[in-house]
Nanobody, 116 residues
Framework: QVQLVESGGGLVQPGGSLRLSCAAS????????MGWYRQAPGKERESVAF??????NYADSVKGRFTISRDNAKNTLYLQMNSLNPEDTAVYYC???????????WGHGTQVTVSS
């Protein structure tokens, strides 16, 4: 059973940057897809950045500001977030899909708050 643990969230001013990390307890090399989702208060969870392959897909609201990347050697997924604005405030979740075993994994989330 793989566990995903997010870190790097916090309070940042508008225009600032944060880098989220998602450390997996096992190898991420076999994951068919990984991504970041977020959920703001009173809203549904939404996809932010997703990597079904080496090509990343981004939500329109974060294109040009967020960058997803993965380091298979470190079993870690990242989300670099730049030019943050208050609308980016949410709990950010790491997600992974193991297609071989048809299993979905979620982290517990990390809070990102953008406020002056």
């Amino acid at each position: 059973q793989v566990q995903l643990v997010e870190s790097g969230g916090g309070l940042v001013q508008p225009g600032g940057s944060l880098r989220l990390s998602c450390a997996a307890s096992g190898s991420i090399f076999s994951f068919n897809a990984m991504g970041w989702y977020r959920q703001a208060p009173g809203k549904e969870r939404e996809s932010v950045a997703f990597m079904p392959s080496d090509i990343a897909n981004y939500a329109d609201s974060v294109k040009g500001r967020f960058t997803i990347s993965r380091d298979n050697a470190k079993n870690t997924l990242y989300l670099q977030m730049n030019s943050l604005n208050p609308e980016d405030t949410a709990v950010y979740y790491c997600y992974a899909f193991d297609g071989r075993n048809n299993r979905h994994y979620w982290g517990h989330g990390t809070q990102v708050t953008v406020s002056s």
